[in-house]
């Protein structure tokens, strides 16, 4: 289940970088396995997580969806290969940056409760990757600064475990957030 996790993931994050709707289909997919992986170890911020990024690839698929129509009916064009980007508000980052610091003392509390082995860093993974998540819903291009810091702890929790698959799957898509930061940076038109 992890191999198949790692070459979904794989498949995911090059349809994340190129900014394809059907990376939230794909998504499902490797949320699923990701699931099943993580709650057979006990790292249940991780399981959350992953149910997160399951309910939230149905909502990408359809606000995505809704931004490509919006972006029709408006007349613009939208050339193949344009990155579709929104703004990022400072309210926004505030709002984020509580909810970072929150949401991880009070997930670590929970975990530290079902006896997580690593509760501080499964949790602080759990909530800043939900956080990223739904920049990347938003289409907001500093979301890739948050997969970075994320994907880099997920490959040192993974390892830390024994998940030596998970952890290439994280340290893959550490690499790959700083390389779908510079495609998103060079085609990225904003929207909004």
């Keep these: 289940m992890e191999i198949f996790t790692l070459v979904t993931g794989v498949i995911y994050i090059i349809l994340e970088i190129r900014q ?3 990376m939230w289909v794909v998504g499902i997919l490797t949320s699923i ?3 099943w992986v993580f709650f057979r170890q006990g790292l249940y911020a991780s399981f959350a997580l992953n149910t997160y990024y399951l309910v939230t690839s149905f909502i990408g698929l359809w606000q995505w969806r809704k931004d490509i129509d919006r972006i029709s009916q408006d007349g613009s064009e939208q050339k193949d290969g344009t990155v579709r980007l929104k703004r990022l508000s ?13 949401g991880t003392l009070a997930l670590a509390f929970l975990m530290e409760l ?3 082995p690593m509760s501080y860093l499964d949790s602080a993974v759990a909530v800043l990757s939900a956080v ?7 289409c907001y291009i500093q979301q890739w600064w948050l997969w970075i810091a994320a994907d ?3 490959t040192v929790l993974c390892a830390s475990q024994g998940l030596w698959w998970m952890a290439a799957l994280y340290a893959a898509y550490a690499v790959s957030a700083i390389i779908g930061y510079i495609h998103w940076k060079k085609h990225g038109r904003y929207i909004s």
């Design 33 to 35: 396995a990701a699931m």
């Design 152 to 154: 880099t702890v997920s």
């Design 90 to 102: 400072v309210k926004t980052v505030a709002v984020s940056a509580f909810a970072v610091v929150a």
């Design 132 to 138: 990223a998540t739904w920049w990347l819903v938003r």
């Design 114 to 116: 079902l006896e997580n």
């Design 20 to 22: 394809k709707n059907l």
